[in-house]
């Protein structure tokens, strides 16, 4: 079966930087747009940011955020700079089929999911 982890989670402070990792089994990333997704307690899940099969990566946190591929090794990665306490969620990495632009931010086009990944930083 398909199936995503997430790892690289932890506890962080203000300012501090994570980097997140989805390993995928039974599907190739490469061929799938692979967002990032987040829900803190009380919230809905909100798009992060999302790798495009073919290239391009976009994010929703005005830069501090950055998402890549590692084809040879079948991973993608959240890389999370200058922390905030608002950034404390849960994380999760998911893949869908190629994407239209408009798609890539609704996780109802997104196929296959992640367990989650709890990231808290701290002030």
């Known amino acids: 079966q398909e199936q995503l982890v997430e790892s690289g989670g932890g506890l962080v402070q203000a300012g501090g930087s994570l980097r997140l990792s989805c390993a995928a089994s039974a599907l190739t990333f490469s061929r799938y747009d692979v967002g990032w997704f987040r829900q803190a307690p009380g919230a809905d899940r909100e798009f992060v940011g999302v790798?495009?099969?073919?290239?391009g990566s976009q994010d929703s946190v005005k830069g501090r955020f950055t998402i890549s591929r590692d084809d040879a090794k079948n991973m993608v990665y959240l890389q999370m700079n200058s922390l905030t306490p608002e950034d404390t969620a849960v994380y999760y990495c998911?893949?869908?089929?190629?994407?239209?632009?408009?798609?890539?931010?609704?996780?109802?086009?997104?196929?296959?999911w992640g367990q989650g990944t709890q990231v808290t930083v701290s002030s």
């Open positions: 790798v495009r099969w073919r290239g």
């Open positions: 998911a893949a869908g089929g190629p994407l239209s632009s408009w798609q890539v931010t609704n996780e109802r086009q997104y196929k296959y």
